[in-house]
């Protein structure tokens, strides 16, 4: 009888290390990780708003390439965070500043990986977006190469291209509307609408841009004009999380090209217009939850668990 529940034991505690990620990972290992991620999350954001954007974005960069591993943590001459896919992306320090506290009290314990996920879960809550739970126990990759990013989506690709792209990661076309929805907090740059504003194929300017709303992108990234000026990506709302780049996209005030193109493919439309009806208030689809779900199941892309992958001593360089 002692053999049995030895075993039974033995393949609780290998199913726990080898398993899925869950709810509350570090509750015994390290009870005040969450906290410690929400306080730094929250600081930085406190310094600079547009920190919830920028780490919300570093998680969804991260989880594209290899997994949700931390790979683009990496610091070094051929590491990934260098892909022409990746410019702009930012964060890199408070999740560095996250771990050093972590480590100071919990060291080798938590994840970098876990805590860009935190992160990006603790900056859409302080956007006044859902509050949701984060599963954790992922572990950290020792692979990153520039070369593993050609493949990341791209701003001026085509809704299939998109589409495509989502699925082999395991995504719908659903989650395709819901994570680009991220796109309702934080600004880019004029660099990503030269082509839609000025070289678009055809036509010159993209035609699916509202009237109304071209004069203004073109005042604020003239033709020729300084490529680096910033803009919001959810035009009268970038600063709050919200349904409203849904009726931007719907309306033809989408900033970026791959948004507005989400309103022309049956498919990612029939998405945007389930959450925009005029009784979705009381009988639709929830936009907050199902946004939420599609952010948890990103999370999920390739994780590394158990004797995979390592816990990083800094985020920034492989054990």
Known sequence: MGLFFTLIALVFFLGSSLGDLSVGFYSRTCPNAETIVASVVRDAVAAEQRMAAILLRLHFHDCFVQGCDGSILIDDPNAEKHAFGHQGVQGYAEIEKAKAQLEAICPGVVSCADIVAMAARDSVALSNGPVYQVPTGRRDGRLSNVSFADDMPDVSESVQ????????????????????????????????????????????????????????????CPQNGDVDVRLGMDHGSERTFDD????????????????????????TKSVIDSYLGILNFLLGPSFAKDFADSMVKMGKIGVKTGPQGEIRRVCNAIN
């Open 244 to 267: 409203m780049i849904l009726r931007n996209i719907k309306n033809g005030f989408a900033v970026l090209e791959s948004d507005s193109q989400l309103y022309t493919d049956p498919e």
């Open 161 to 220: 291209q998109l589409k495509a792209k989502f699925l082999q990661k395991g995504l719908s076309a659903k989650d395709l509307v819901l994570l680009n929805a991220a796109h309702t907090i934080g600004t880019t740059a004029c660099f990503f609408m030269t082509h839609r504003l000025y070289n678009f194929p055809n036509f010159g300017t993209d035609p699916t841009i509202n009237t109304a709303f071209l004069p203004e992108l073109k005042a604020n």
